[in-house]
């Protein structure tokens, strides 16, 4: 997976500048809406069926990334200002949200 050159929070927004000069901007609240933790996301049982997870529908506008981790070569973690910091946001997931965007 193609590792990105530079990342950085910027005001209410996440950059990440990859390696082929493309770049992906993101504000706050979406990370936040999209993490990929069990929190958030919910957790597939052995049936295949989701459990969990918060609304989708919950609004993250008043929140910002107040810093990040980076998880060995393959992710980062974010830390949101609401707290939620388990999200283990994996280059490969960003790519993803592009989709979503």
Same mark, same amino acid.
């Given at each position: ?19 082929? #000069? ?29 459990? #969990?997870?918060?609304? !989708? ?14 998880? #060995? ?16 946001? !994996? ?11």
């Amino acid at each position: 997976m193609e590792m990105p050159t530079r990342y950085e929070i910027i005001g209410h927004s996440f950059a990440i500048l990859w390696a082929d #000069g493309q770049e992906d901007f993101w504000d706050a609240s979406f990370l936040r809406q999209h993490s990929p933790s069990a929190d958030q996301a919910g957790e597939m049982d052995i049936f295949g069926k989701i459990r #969990g997870g918060a609304s !989708s529908n919950e609004n993250f506008d008043h929140v910002i990334i107040k810093d990040f981790h980076l998880i #060995g070569n393959y992710a980062l973690r974010l830390v949101f200002s609401d707290g939620h910091s388990t999200g283990i946001y !994996s280059w490969e997931y960003f790519k993803s949200l592009r989709t979503l965007d």
